[in-house]
């Protein structure tokens, strides 16, 4: 018997496809992405069911609500969200920073492809952190992923601003998501899914009345005097102070005056 990952679930990533990828329609950004993704996903669901969990789910061509664009796979997970663009092109590429070029043998050198992909890329994932943001999910990773599904491709990469997956290396990258530490919960993926999926961020039940709120605390002793006004009952002792004193004052006086007379 073969060694078995103990990374692999019984259960593994939930795939969920939208109508519009049924029905081969799509927004005009995903049209190239679309017709890749129809061709590939087949061969390429596998790698990622034999690593991930189902705490991962993969949207299909889902849309952002309010608008015409249809992300090709986003795939969420504790880890945070990867925006996929599939792509199915052969020859020879390089990824440099925002810059996609493709090898021209003529010219014996790389020049600007007439679509920028990186540029693409990173434009599917801008659209969907501004679209988490406008509701009140901001996701701290939100990262452009472009995954070449045709095994002749070669594209050379210069720290590209998306990341570039070649199909020889679709394990390695699935396999780095479930070693990576989580940095959503489950109430917050709850919440991510819910508003990709359906176009709204669902409400979660309210905890109970005063458990948001931390613990009283007792009122420290001041380190100053405290001064109180006066009520009715002080202000006539204090009269009755004055008055016995001018009494005595008074006596003494008196005295005094009787003992020089005398």
Sequence with gaps: MGHQDPRKRSN????????????????????GP?????????????DFASRLSDEFILLVNYPLAGTDIHIPLILTGPPGIHVISPLD??????????????????????????????????????????????RGLSVQVVEPVMLFT???????????????????????????????????NQERLLLVNTTLARGRTPTLPRPATGSLNPPSRPRPASTEIETKPLGPRGVTLGWLLVGGLVLLLLIAAAILLALVAF
């Design 89 to 134: 092109l052969r020859g020879s590429y390089r990824a440099r920073d925002m810059d996609w070029l493709v090898y021209n043998i003529d010219k014996r050198a790389f020049v600007p492809a007439r679509q920028n992909l990186v540029a693409r890329a990173v434009a599917y994932a801008v659209a969907v952190r501004k679209y988490l943001d406008e």
């Design 150 to 184: 045709d095994p002749t491709i070669s594209v050379d990469t210069a720290r590209p601003r998306a990341r570039v997956v070649i199909r020889a290396g679709i394990q390695q990258y699935v396999y780095s998501l479930s070693a990576t530490p989580a940095l959503l």
């Design 12 to 31: 593994p990533v939930k795939v969920y496809e939208h109508a519009s990828f049924k029905g081969a329609r799509g927004g005009p950004l995903a049209r």
């Design 34 to 46: 679309l017709a890749a993704l129809k061709k590939r996903l087949p061969e390429i669901l596998p």
